[in-house]
Nanobody
Framework: QVQLVESGGGLVQAGGSLRLSCAAA????????MGWYRQAPGKQRELVAA???????NYADSVKGRFTVSRDNAKNTVYLQMNSLKPEDTAVYYC??????????WGQGTQVTVSS
């Protein structure tokens, strides 16, 4: 089982930046993929960014060029650097991990609020 703890959310003005962190309780070297999803009020949870074990990444069209997902294997941590934030980025952001058995695991979520 993979335990995930997110941090780094908060309130920021439009155009600002935040960095989210997702710390795993174990090594992430063997995890197939880690990523970030978000869910705004009244909307479905959507993929924001994913980072696969081989290093490939994919991003939602709405965040391309503004968000960057990265990992630090030594710290068992995945990051989401969010720049040029927009009010429509406001949501609860969830860290996700897919283990070697292709099981999904989720963090508790962290609120990101972007004011206009």
């Amino acid at each position: 089982q993979v335990q995930l703890v997110e941090s780094g959310g908060g309130l920021v003005q439009a155009g600002g930046s935040l960095r989210l962190s997702c710390a795993a309780a174990e090594s992430i070297l063997s995890i197939n993929a880690m990523g970030w999803y978000r869910q705004a009020p009244g909307k479905q949870r959507e993929l924001v960014a994913a980072l696969r074990r081989g290093g490939t990444t994919n991003y939602a069209d709405s965040v391309k060029g503004r968000f960057t997902v990265s990992r630090d294997n030594a710290k068992n941590t995945v990051y989401l650097q969010m720049n040029s934030l927009k009010p429509e980025d406001t949501a609860v952001y969830y860290c996700n991990a897919v283990d070697q058995e292709w099981e999904d695991y989720w963090g508790q979520g962290t609120q990101v609020t972007v004011s206009s």
